[in-house]
């Protein structure tokens, strides 16, 4: 790039990062908060045998929802499933292995992940079969907790309302959701942005996830962001 502080690429040139077999972090809550163009571009690519690591698996048509329903995710790792019943059918049929985790939990373990901790401590879900499925557990301090491990991602994808060339973010109200822990939780973060404003006119206080976590940024469909290369 001529400035290396500027991040911003295609849909298409982010697509070079997304490969099958692959696994990806990524924000949103119901579909809110989920990268629309990001998403669509990963269905055009069609990339498969996904590990999706998110908080829940939106809607059949909305969302991360659209990559469960058409059968490109192996595996999700999710607080629930309940609003997209195709994935709760490929779950029954066996072509799609769900982990679930405490929505609080999965949240605690994907920013662990983010910060390079190998996982938390939990006794949240020790009376729950589901929870407690293949996974280790300590004494500590004469009590029983689970050993939650942390998660990461090859890919994290994220939405945000507003970004400089930098890649510093500022989310819209309730779709800030679960996308900062994302942010930090890929080895590669993209994020999609629906604004891009010159470095220095955002408000040090509104930024949310500083552009140290972000390595390119991927305009929403219909924004002008040629100007960004000037």
């Known amino acids: 790039m001529e400035n290396s502080f500027n991040k911003i690429i295609s849909a298409e040139t982010a697509m070079e990062f997304f490969t099958d077999d692959m696994s990806i972090v990524f924000g949103g809550f ?14 055009e690519k069609g990339v498969q045998n996904l ?11 909305i969302g991360i929802g659209k990559i469960v329903s058409q059968g490109r995710a192996r595996k999700v790792i999710a607080s629930h ?16 292995e769900v982990e679930f985790s405490p929505q609080g939990i999965l949240a605690e373990r994907i920013r662990a992940g983010g910060v390079g901790l190998p996982g938390i401590l939990s006794d949240i879900g020790m009376d729950n079969e ?9 004494i500590l301090n004469e009590k029983e907790y689970l050993v939650e ?18 890649g510093n973010l500022v989310y819209d109200k309730s779709a800030r959701n679960t996308n900062p822990l994302a942010a930090m939780a890929g080895n590669i973060t993209i994020a999609e942005v629906e604004e891009l ?6 408000d040090p206080d509104e930024i949310v996830t500083p552009g140290v976590f972000v390595d390119f940024i991927v305009p929403s469909k219909g924004v002008n962001w040629k100007w960004a290369w000037e």
């Open 30 to 43: 119901g579909g809110i908060g989920s990268p629309p163009t990001i998403i669509d571009a990963i269905l």
């Open 149 to 166: 491990t942390a998660l990461t991602g090859d890919v994290a994808i994220v939405f945000a309302k507003k970004a400089d060339s930098y």
């Open 51 to 61: 590990t999706l690591i998110g908080n829940d698996t939106g809607f059949p048509h």
């Open 197 to 202: 404003v010159p470095i220095g006119t955002l």
């Open 130 to 138: 589901m929870v407690l499925a293949n996974k280790q557990k300590v």
């Open 81 to 96: 499933i309940g609003s997209n019943p195709v994935a709760g059918q490929l779950m029954t049929e066996g072509k799609l």
